[in-house]
Nanobody, 114 residues
Framework: QVQLVESGGGLVEPGGSLRLSCVVS??????????MDWYRQAPGKQRDLVAT???????SYGSSVRGRFFISRDSAKNTVYLEMNALKPEDTAVYYC??????WGQGIQVTVSS
């Protein structure tokens, strides 16, 4: 069984930064083998793709976060990160880690508010 566990969320003021982490464990699952994604879901809205890192290190971002958010991974720690900068109130959502094999994390709340 593969588990994805997110951490690093919380409350931050507009303009601030947060770094989310997603630790992947189980079944000898290597994050280098599959694409890894971050999604987010705001209250009453659909779950949207935020960022993707492919198995060949191609990066892609949603238009609303491009230039502010950065996805990366540490293969030795089997961990994927999402660095979020210049945060806006509209970035408030539950953020989910997702793997190329269809596994999801439990989600973590990010709230941007003064």
């Amino acid at each position: 069984q593969v588990q994805l566990v997110e951490s690093g969320g919380g409350l931050v003021e507009p303009g601030g930064s947060l770094r989310l982490s997603c630790v992947v464990s189980g079944e000898r699952f290597s994050i280098d083998t599959y694409s890894m994604d971050w999604y987010r879901q705001a209250p009453g809205k659909q779950r949207d793709l935020v960022a993707t890192i492919s198995s060949t290190n191609n990066l892609s971002y949603g238009s609303s976060v491009r230039g502010r958010f950065f996805i990366s991974r540490d293969s030795a720690k089997n961990t994927v990160y999402l660095e979020m900068n210049a945060l806006k109130p509209e970035d408030t959502a539950v953020y989910y880690c997702h793997s190329g094999r269809g596994y999801w994390g439990q989600g973590i709340q990010v709230t941007v508010s003064s």
